[in-house]
């Protein structure tokens, strides 16, 4: 009753259900498994309910620290952690955690004169929407073999019905790995207002526009679209939990790159 009610009402499905299951034996353990400072911190009811979300998240991606800084909306959070069970229960730990669509099989995209001398290409890696900043963020891998690759902060999110560009969104954000010669490669992230897109349409991405309409790279096919405020993922996709803005790991070029016309690039790298 009391904080533990409105605790209960504010948790996602899925930590209920992991709540429910606590019962015996299995809440005994739990409660032990709480490292000692976690106990000496929170109350019972409150490790109870950290140990559900835990359930549902993981414990990496569920933090608690009395020192975080408040919760705020509209821009990217300093800390993943919260103040509290209860701030994080009732914000459904989107500071703490995004839901990532990683595709199957990447979405490509290529340069439109293409040839065995100059070859330039990309891949859309993963999706993911970021509820507290209202962005959508796509994990990208651009490289070429001619030492001149265009910087994808002009990369843009398109709207296309029957061949012809009906809408541009620009990036907002843009985050590059370090560590790459960027006239060669680049891999990050890009992120996009949600309140940029036309509810329903359907968009793919094109790599290094110059925010123009004349461009000299194929768009990917459509990749995504926002229905009612939720982001849905048109490729086959995998979903796992993620910490907001995580990083790929470092990857093989010649694994994800096989193209003969690239060699030069993977002997550079």
Same mark, same amino acid.
């Given at each position: 009753h009391g904080a533990g009610s409105h605790l209960w009402d504010a948790m996602p499905a899925g930590a209920v259900q992991a709540v429910a299951l606590f019962g015996g034996f299995r809440?005994?353990?739990?409660?032990?498994?709480?490292?000692?400072?976690?106990?000496?911190?929170?109350?019972?009811?409150?490790?109870?309910?950290?140990?559900?979300?835990?359930?549902?998240?993981?414990? @990496?991606?569920?933090q608690v620290e009395p020192e975080a800084p408040p919760l705020q909306l509209g821009e990217p959070a300093p800390s993943n952690a919260y103040r509290t069970v209860a701030e994080l229960c009732q914000d459904r730990n989107r500071r703490g955690a995004w839901r990532v669509c990683e595709l199957d099989t990447p979405a490509p995209w290529n340069w439109k004169q293409n040839n065995p001398e100059f070859f330039y290409t990309g891949l859309i890696l993963k999706v993911a929407h970021d509820q507290l900043t209202g962005t959508v963020n796509l994990w990208f891998h651009a490289i070429c073999n001619a030492g001149d690759l265009r910087t994808a902060t002009d990369s843009c999110l398109c709207h296309i019905a029957n061949g012809v560009v009906v809408h541009m969104v620009r990036?907002?954000?843009?985050?590059?790995?370090?560590?790459?010669? @960027?006239?060669?490669?680049?891999?990050?992230?890009?992120?996009? @207002?949600?309140?940029?897109?036309?509810?329903?349409a359907a968009y793919g991405f094109i790599f290094g526009t110059r925010w123009t309409r004349h461009w000299d790279y194929d768009p990917t096919e459509p990749v995504l679209r926002m229905n009612a405020g939720r982001l849905e993922v048109m490729l086959p996709h995998r979903e796992e939990w993620q910490a907001p803005r995580q990083q790929e790991d470092e990857v093989s070029l010649s694994d994800r790159f096989p193209q003969q016309e690239l060699r030069a690039v993977v002997e550079r790298a």
């Open positions: 809440l005994l353990g739990a409660l032990i498994n709480c490292s000692r400072s976690t106990q000496q911190a929170l109350s019972p009811a409150d490790t109870l309910f950290l140990t559900a979300a835990q359930d549902v998240w993981g414990a @990496e991606l569920t990036a907002t954000w843009v985050y590059l790995a370090p560590g790459l010669d @960027e006239r060669v490669q680049q891999r990050g992230i890009l992120g996009y @207002e949600v309140s940029q897109l036309r509810p329903g």
